[in-house]
């Protein structure tokens, strides 16, 4: 059973009179418990196949299995359940709740999903913590560093135990220093807890410590 698998997907959009084809037919799997970068220059289709990955854009064509499920003619409610339950997203702008703190922001995901509230802020808590943010889970996320902004996000996505993680330039928004720590620690967090990933960026060194690499280009991926 794979976490993810793509066959011949295309997706194209209209743009005025014509029709711009961005992803051109993809192939691709994830297998459980593999990191896997998405690189390509801005422009290239990048978060459209994150789109398509995270049942976010059904206007798509091809063949989509999320944790060996086919897409193809499930509801509408059953596909909200399999991204609800199997998918964790991280994005470069974070789109925490500015009102709530830390805590809340990450504990919130897990009550919607039933759990009672002080189990929910104690596994937030145990989570945060093991991002390091134990002295921050009060804070709301204006009076946090980009970079403690970007590892509550990743708490927030990965508190429900989804088993693919799909991250759109999760340390995009960073410097590079900062950037280069929040991944490393992204890392070490979904590796221990044996998630796949599929992350897009543009850094090549992020994507070199990551167990394979693609580039698309032309709307096709091509393995590095
Ligand atoms: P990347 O994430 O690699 O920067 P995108 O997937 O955002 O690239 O965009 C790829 C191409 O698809 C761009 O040319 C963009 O203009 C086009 N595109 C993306 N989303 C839409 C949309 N909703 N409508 C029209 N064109 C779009
Ligand atoms: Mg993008």
């Given at each position: 059973?794979?976490?993810?698998?793509?066959?011949?997907?295309?997706?194209?959009?209209?743009?005025?009179?014509?029709?711009?084809?961005?992803?051109?037919?993809?192939?691709?799997?994830?297998?459980?418990?593999?990191?896997?970068?998405?690189?390509?220059?801005?422009?290239?289709?990048?978060?459209?196949?994150?789109q398509?990955?995270g049942l976010l854009d059904d206007?798509?064509?091809?063949?989509l299995?999320i944790g060996?499920k086919?897409i193809?003619g499930l509801s509408d409610d059953a596909r909200s359940r399999l991204r609800r339950t199997e998918l964790g997203f991280?994005?470069?702008?974070?789109?925490?709740?500015?009102?709530?703190?830390?805590?809340?922001?990450?504990?919130?995901a897990?009550?919607i999903a039933g759990?009672?509230?002080?189990?929910?802020?104690?596994?937030?808590?145990?989570?945060?913590?093991?991002?390091?943010?134990?002295?921050?889970?009060?804070?709301?996320?204006?009076?946090?560093?980009?970079?403690?902004?970007?590892?509550?996000?990743?708490?927030?996505?990965?508190?429900g135990?989804p088993?693919?993680?799909?991250?759109?330039?999760?340390?995009?928004?960073?410097?590079?220093?900062?950037?280069?720590?929040?991944?490393?620690?992204?890392?070490?967090?979904?590796?221990?807890?044996?998630?796949?990933?599929?992350?897009?960026?543009?850094?090549?060194?992020?994507?070199?410590?990551?167990?394979?690499?693609?580039?698309?280009?032309?709307?096709?991926?091509?393995?590095?």
């Open positions: 059973m794979t976490a993810l698998t793509l066959k011949n997907v295309k997706r194209s959009f209209h743009q005025g009179s014509k029709d711009v084809h961005v992803l051109k037919g993809i192939d691709l799997t994830v297998e459980p418990g593999e990191l896997v970068a998405l690189i390509g220059s801005s422009g290239s289709g990048k978060s459209t196949l994150l398509v990955a206007s798509f064509t091809g063949d299995a060996g086919k193809a991280i994005y470069q702008f974070h789109h925490l709740m500015p009102d709530f703190t830390a805590l809340e922001n990450v504990a919130i897990l009550q759990v009672g509230k002080s189990a929910a802020a104690e596994e937030a808590t145990a989570v945060l913590t093991g991002l390091g943010l134990e002295e921050r889970l009060d804070h709301t996320p204006a009076k946090l560093s980009g970079g403690e902004q970007q590892r509550v996000a990743i708490a927030r996505a990965i508190i135990k088993s693919l993680l799909l991250a759109d330039e999760p340390t995009g928004n960073l410097d590079e220093e900062t950037a280069a720590r929040v991944f490393a620690l992204f890392l070490k967090t979904i590796k221990s807890r044996g998630m796949s990933a599929l992350i897009a960026t543009h850094d090549r060194d992020l994507a070199s410590k990551l167990d394979r690499q693609f580039q698309l280009k032309d709307g096709k991926l091509v393995e590095l």
